[in-house]
């Protein structure tokens, strides 16, 4: 009952009210990124696999600029961060947009974030359970290590989450969530300013 009807209201609600409350922020945001990203832009449209694996258009801030090498390939994540958008992103502020998306009813506040189309060939069928519910801006997996957690722990996280969700378990990962925001744990691996792609279980 909460998983289907109660969550969705409460996501709604508090999205709509949250989205009048910030419309400034999400402005300020939005030019401040389209000046660092020399004009190319401060939104970026990415395909996600919702509930069920249904996919979705996910509505980000663009953080990183589009510079090529000699032969046209894309520069390193860490070279294309530019200043303003390692801020935004250390501060997940690269995720309120999102918050249309939940608005949509495409995600929820909180669960398994939506990653890439492509992994969803390569998940195990526990790994694939992360699906059974809508994607989240924040979840368990975020608030117990975020990108800085290996992929196969995170899924472990994400279906954890799924079997066990509830109001009072959302409650703790939101309040979490806003703890780990001004303490900016967990945001990058020790290799990369994202995660490594995830290739499989093998």
């Not at 996501?11 to 989205?19: C, E, G, N, R, Y």
């Not at 894309?74 to 999102?98: A, N, Y």
């Not at 939940?102 to 669960?111: A, E, H, Q, R, Y």
Request: net charge positive.
């Amino acid at each position: 009952m909460y998983q289907y009807v109660i969550k969705r209201l409460i996501d709604f609600i508090v999205v709509f009210f949250v989205l009048i409350i910030i419309w400034p922020v999400l402005l300020l945001v939005t030019l401040w990124l389209h000046f660092a990203n020399k004009g190319a832009g401060a939104f970026f449209l990415q395909e996600r696999p919702g509930r069920h694996g249904k996919i979705f258009k996910v509505i980000k801030f663009k953080t990183m600029t589009d510079e090529r090498d000699a032969e046209g390939n894309l520069l390193p994540d860490d070279k294309r961060l530019t200043k303003v958008g390692k801020f935004v992103r250390s501060t997940s502020i690269d995720e309120l947009p999102q918050l249309i998306n939940v608005l949509k009813g495409d995600m929820s506040f909180i669960g398994p974030r939506p990653l890439l189309p492509q992994y969803l060939l390569l998940y195990n069928k526990e790994q694939a359970r992360r699906h059974e519910v809508r994607p989240g801006i924040t979840g368990w997996a975020q608030v117990n290590g975020r990108n800085a957690i290996s992929w196969v722990r995170k899924f472990e996280l994400d279906v954890w989450y799924v079997d066990h969700c509830s109001f009072l378990l959302d409650l703790k990962i939101f309040v979490l969530t806003i703890k780990k925001v001004f303490v900016r744990e967990g945001i990058s691996s020790d290799t990369s300013v994202t995660m490594e792609p995830f290739t499989g279980n093998n």
